[in-house]
């Protein structure tokens, strides 16, 4: 499971945004996304962290991962 904050998120449609960015690189990917804390959580995905955040990023919302608690 990965979590990202992801600026400049505001509604319905940057959520879409934001899980169509994700799926396209991770088609099994699940995708949630909390908008007044501006977090995404990804879980079932493959790939790295930082590839999940420059498929965000490349979208138009800046997105910075966080570290998973110990």
Do not use: W
Not at 2 to 12: A, I, L, P, S, T
Request: charged share 20%; net charge neutral; with cysteine.
């Amino acid at each position: 499971m990965h979590r990202f904050k992801v600026e400049k998120m505001g509604c319905g449609g940057c959520a879409k945004s934001v899980t169509r960015a994700v799926q396209g690189i991770e088609p099994n990917a699940r995708v949630e996304v909390e908008l007044g804390a501006n977090l995404v959580t990804v879980s079932d995905a493959a790939g790295p962290a930082d590839r999940i955040a420059q498929a965000i990023a490349a979208a138009g919302f800046p997105a910075e991962p966080l570290l998973a608690a110990a």
